[in-house]
């Protein structure tokens, strides 16, 4: 079973940073893209950003354009997400994701493998 686990989440106040880290563990595990999605309370689960691993192509939110970077390393199965500028609209709990064949970016449909979340809060 593969098993993603985030960590890095936590209280900022707005304008600060935090970085999210993601690493999947259990057997062995190649995927083809990794990803963030975020949920906020009485809110759809949405998506924030993902990585496919071929050619190293990034996807972003209009929301989080400029402000959220990802990157990672398909070998070691991580992907890390690092926010600047954060906004108390930015609050949620953000879920990891991986795919094991791509079949798209921007859907939770696109993806096999979720992880527990990790709760982020942007104070004003």
């Known amino acids: 079973q593969v098993q993603l686990v985030e960590s890095g989440g936590g209280l900022v106040q707005a304008g600060g940073s935090l970085r999210l880290s993601c690493a999947a563990s259990g057997r062995t595990f190649s995927s083809a893209a990794m990803g963030w999605f975020r949920q906020a309370p009485g809110k759809e689960r949405e998506f924030v950003a993902a990585?496919?691993?071929?050619?190293?192509?990034?996807s972003f939110a209009d929301s989080v354009k400029g402000r959220f970077t990802i990157s990672g390393d398909n070998a070691k199965s991580t992907v890390y997400l690092k926010m600047n500028s954060l906004k108390p609209e930015d609050t949620a709990v953000y879920y990891c994701?991986?795919?094991?064949?791509?079949?798209?970016?921007?859907?939770?449909?696109?993806?096999?493998?979720w992880g527990q979340g990790a709760q982020v809060t942007v104070s004003s």
């Open positions: 994701a991986a795919s094991t064949y791509y079949s798209g970016t921007y859907s939770i449909s696109n993806y096999d493998y």
């Open positions: 990585i496919r691993w071929s050619g190293g192509r990034t």
